[in-house]
């Protein structure tokens, strides 16, 4: 069923494509609007979308969801399995926006590179015991990972960190001429290639070493680690700055 949530053909299976899910544009009031009404079980949205380009719900967009939910009795499930973790410079990027989802999902920067995952349930959602299980849920290692992460976080001032770091990138790259739109949130980055610069991310592996990630057709998405330092932060402007020009 979570696989059908994706708006990615290749990705939903034949088994998962028959799920009743309906795909509103993003940042579309009117549109969601349209579709909300009492058979809807549930609104979700990433705090920033990731592999589709780094692309901003605003705090409007989901204060009006959470409005929404509430008014139709629909569960807001916010996937920050890419944009939690403190990497936007708050520990999950809907807080910008001050509202209470009933499930959060996270993973990815939770274990540091240990395979976890967690979702955190609203105590409007009651629990109750017997329903799924899980072969390798709980696993020490990876929980004690997960432990280590967070006091890093907290010892090291990341968040913080993420927030500074990243301003600093956004206002860089946007003197940088010869780019097209870009937009992100603390660590969270996506530069916009023009068409005539598409090598620019092989460049940037092949003779900078720099690897970053993408996101179809032409877009950068830059998620460094969060205790990412102005000095490496300057060695990617530079590299980026002579590729593009």
């Given at each position: 069923g979570a696989v059908a949530a994706t708006d990615n053909p290749k990705i939903v299976a034949p088994f998962n494509?028959?799920?009743?899910?309906?795909?509103?544009?993003?940042?579309?009031?009117?549109?969601?609007?349209?579709?909300?009404?009492?058979?809807?079980?549930?609104?979700?949205?990433e705090g920033i979308q990731g592999v589709g380009g780094i692309q901003l719900p605003t705090?409007?967009?989901?204060?009006?969801?959470?409005?929404?939910?509430?008014?139709?009795?629909?569960?807001?499930?916010?996937?920050?399995?890419?944009?939690?973790?403190?990497?936007?410079?708050?520990?999950?990027?809907?807080?910008?926006?001050?509202?209470?989802?009933?499930?959060?999902?996270?993973?990815?920067?939770?274990?540091?590179?240990?395979?976890?995952?967690?979702?955190?349930?609203?105590?409007?959602i009651k629990p109750w015991s017997g329903m799924l299980g899980t072969t390798f849920g709980g696993n020490y290692l990876a929980c004690a990972a997960a432990i280590a992460v967070l006091d890093?976080?907290?010892?090291?001032?990341?968040?913080?960190?993420?927030?500074?770091?990243?301003?600093?990138?956004?206002?860089?790259?946007?003197?940088?001429?010869?780019?097209?739109?870009?937009?992100?949130?603390?660590?969270?980055?996506?530069?916009?290639?023009?068409?005539d610069k598409k090598t620019v991310r092989t460049n940037l592996l092949k003779t900078h070493k720099i690897f970053t990630g993408e996101a179809k057709p032409n877009t950068i998405r830059l998620l460094p680690a969060l205790n990412l330092t102005k000095a490496e932060a300057d060695i990617f402007l530079q590299a980026l700055e002579q590729e593009v020009g």
């Amino acid at each position: 069923g979570a696989v059908a949530a994706t708006d990615n053909p290749k990705i939903v299976a034949p088994f998962n494509d028959g799920h009743n899910i309906t795909f509103v544009p993003l940042n579309d009031e009117e549109a969601l609007n349209a579709v909300m009404d009492d058979s809807v079980a549930a609104v979700i949205i990433e705090g920033i979308q990731g592999v589709g380009g780094i692309q901003l719900p605003t705090n409007s967009f989901l204060e009006f969801i959470e409005k929404k939910c509430k008014q139709y009795n629909a569960l807001l499930i916010l996937d920050e399995i890419q944009s939690g973790y403190g990497r936007t410079g708050k520990f999950f990027a809907h807080q910008f926006a001050n509202i209470h989802p009933h499930l959060i999902t996270t993973a990815k920067g939770m274990g540091n590179g240990f395979p976890i995952g967690s979702v955190l349930i609203h105590p409007d959602i009651k629990p109750w015991s017997g329903m799924l299980g899980t072969t390798f849920g709980g696993n020490y290692l990876a929980c004690a990972a997960a432990i280590a992460v967070l006091d890093v976080i907290e010892k090291e001032n990341l968040m913080n960190n993420a927030s500074t770091i990243g301003s600093y990138l956004l206002e860089k790259i946007a003197q940088i001429k010869g780019l097209g739109e870009i937009r992100g949130r603390g660590l969270m980055i996506g530069i916009d290639l023009p068409d005539d610069k598409k090598t620019v991310r092989t460049n940037l592996l092949k003779t900078h070493k720099i690897f970053t990630g993408e996101a179809k057709p032409n877009t950068i998405r830059l998620l460094p680690a969060l205790n990412l330092t102005k000095a490496e932060a300057d060695i990617f402007l530079q590299a980026l700055e002579q590729e593009v020009g």
